[in-house]
């Protein structure tokens, strides 16, 4: 029914007045990313420019998740770089790249595999892309990361969980 260009819904039993975009259906959203940690060092400087040989590239990573508040979550990709060349330590990068994520009306095995396998995947190309300038920034080569099948990781470790007894789906920790 309307009256003069406004539509009126019929809400039929429902007395609720709900406004717009509030309702029960599942979102998800990337409310914003960030630096919450960058470290660059290169502890043997200068003579790490010297070395001939080629380098040793150590890449360590680890995501973190956690609830910040109510329907928001702190996913952290933390990505740890270690470059030696002949036993010496060229440069190390240790960079925690965080994202938050808004989620309404999620099941938890769902809200669970976005926190850690499609927000990871979402964030990565960013820190790529920061660990490559801060390898650049340090006189080195730009070392551009092979990319991360955060999904694959995440099912091999739910399964590994599984065969291990233990919850498949841990609310907030480490992945």
């Not at 990709?77 to 470059?83: G, P, R």
Request: contains cysteine; glycine residues 8%; charged residues 20%.
């Amino acid at each position: 029914m309307a009256d003069e260009g406004n539509i009126i819904t019929d809400l039929g039993n429902d007395d609720t007045v709900r406004p717009n975009g509030a309702d029960n259906q599942p979102a998800i959203g990337l409310i914003s990313q960030y630096i919450k940690d960058l470290s660059v060092e290169n502890p043997n400087a200068p003579r790490s420019y010297q070395a001939g040989a080629q380098p040793d590239v150590d890449v360590q990573f680890n995501i973190n998740a956690g609830q910040i508040d109510g329907e928001v979550h702190e996913v952290g990709l933390k990505i740890t770089v270690t470059c030696k060349v002949e036993s010496l330590t060229s440069y190390i990068v240790d960079l925690t790249y965080c994202g938050l994520i808004g989620m309404r009306n999620v099941p938890e095995d769902q809200a669970h595999m976005f926190l850690y396998a499609e927000a990871p995947r979402i964030l990565f190309p960013f820190a790529r892309r920061i660990i490559a300038d801060a390898v650049r920034d340090a006189g080195f080569p730009p070392l551009l990361l092979d990319p991360i099948d955060f999904q694959g990781i995440y099912f091999q470790q739910l399964q590994q969980r599984q065969a291990e007894g233990e919850s498949p789906f841990a609310s907030e920790g480490n992945a």
